[in-house]
């Protein structure tokens, strides 16, 4: 469905014209019409689907269409997402679509200095349409700043599931108390657990439920795994580096000390890398970011810290140096590439200490990852043997195309 088709302000299309958006994705397509028609929703939706213009862009259309004299006093909105990078992304796509709307909004999270909760306190007095907050700022201001959200009309919670991972659900309650009860909620996950649907029913009202793909890897993602001991994984990154990779690429570790390690090693290799981790001030990390967004930095090693939230769209590869701890992480980690219906690559390095781990990643997936022979020169791996019940293998993985022509070459020569 073309965005024309739905039912949007002429200001809302202007932005998505001018910013080239044409064709709704599924999630936005069944999103949008429902969000104007004033009710709940709670959506469910694998990570680069397009969630966050989802209810961007209806929201606008409200906001516009309902604006009054004496709006400019008033917040409107109020969406909460899990950590500072979310919020700040929310915050820059909202000034994309709105650009042809007298529409402010602001990003409140913590980390800044006086000055930054001195901007964020008047925002919340003299009238922002949109605050994007993190739960714990929000709280922080409803506490000693004894603001009022008496105005606010609609509330989303992004990344829901992640929210409640990090242990936010008794701020979430809190701050849906402090919210008029006559207004609109929009929730959004990538999971649909138990404890999402138990939020719901505690702050929702009669919602539309929506389902687009529910937990799955993009299917323009060409999984890959190294069986391998832990300390061939450097030797790994080494062989997979050694000749340019031709796209944006991020390094998943688990740990802040792998993290370091890892990008500093790459460094005093000449490579262009840069590290991302929770130690960085917030600047640092703003930063780190823009340079990786911008091509000034090809390589990024980082911690979950950006494994959600983070819509860069020409990263082609993704390594998970380190297992993720659950199959959840595992989606999200690699749902940084493939985006905006290009292709990518996710290989995996599975030590003898995670086989169970990755074990109960496939069983999610309901298949096999294919597995890839460790080069020569870095010696024999384990065997695979994870004790969950292993899916139906994938078969004859050499007649599958892979796409990053660096890593073809390379597997090429040690298949034969």
Not at 39 to 45: E, K, L, S
Not at 236 to 257: A, D, G, Q, R
């Amino acid at each position: 469905m073309r965005f024309e088709d739905l039912e949007l302000e002429p200001e809302v299309l202007d932005g998505l014209d001018a910013m080239n958006f044409i064709e709704a994705t599924p999630i936005q397509e069944e999103t949008i019409p429902v969000v104007l028609e004033g009710r709940d929703i709670i959506a469910c939706a694998q990570t680069g689907t397009g969630k966050t213009a989802a209810y961007i862009l209806p929201l606008l259309n409200l906001i516009m269409k309902h604006k009054v004299e004496g709006d400019q006093d008033a917040v409107r909105a109020i969406i909460i997402a899990p950590t500072r990078e979310l919020a700040s992304q929310i915050d820059m796509q909202f000034e994309g679509f709105s650009y042809f709307m007298p529409i402010s909004t602001l990003s409140v999270s913590g980390g800044g200095n006086g000055a930054q909760w001195d901007q964020q306190l008047r925002a919340f007095n003299k009238g922002a349409d949109v605050i994007i907050a993190t739960p714990g700022r929000m709280i922080s201001h409803l506490i000693n700043s004894k603001i009022s959200l008496d105005t606010v009309e609609y509330l989303v919670l992004d990344e829901a599931d992640r929210m409640l991972d990090m242990g936010f659900y008794d701020d979430i309650m809190k701050i849906s108390k402090h919210l008029p009860q006559k207004r609109q909620t929009l929730l959004f996950s990538a999971t649909m657990p138990q404890k999402i649907r138990t939020l719901a029913k505690q702050i929702l009202n009669n919602p539309a439920e929506i389902n687009i793909a529910i937990s799955k890897p993009n299917e323009a993602i060409r999984q890959m795994a190294y069986v391998c001991y832990e300390p061939q994984k450097i030797g790994l990154i080494e062989h997979i580096f050694s000749t340019p990779v031709e796209s944006k690429t991020i390094i998943f570790s688990s740990s802040k000390i792998k993290v370091k390690e890892l990008a500093h090693r790459l460094k005093r290799m000449k490579y262009n890398v840069r590290a991302m981790h929770s130690d960085l001030e917030q600047s640092e990390r703003d930063n780190v970011m823009l340079d990786f967004k911008n091509g000034k930095v090809s390589i990024l090693v980082a911690t979950d810290i950006v494994s959600r939230g983070i819509d860069i769209t020409d990263i082609g590869l993704v390594i998970n140096y380190d297992v993720p701890h659950d199959p959840e992480d595992y989606i999200h980690r690699i749902g940084r590439t493939a985006r905006a219906n290009a292709e990518g690559e996710a290989i995996t390095f599975i030590s003898k200490e995670e086989q169970d781990k990755f074990g109960k990643i496939e069983s999610f997936l309901e298949r096999e990852v294919e597995k890839i022979a460790l080069p020569q020169e870095l010696g024999e791996a384990p065997n695979y043997t994870p004790s969950v019940n292993k899916p139906k293998r994938f078969k004859n993985y050499k007649n599958k195309k892979i796409r990053n022509r660096s890593i073809r070459k390379k597997l090429k020569k040690f298949r034969n």
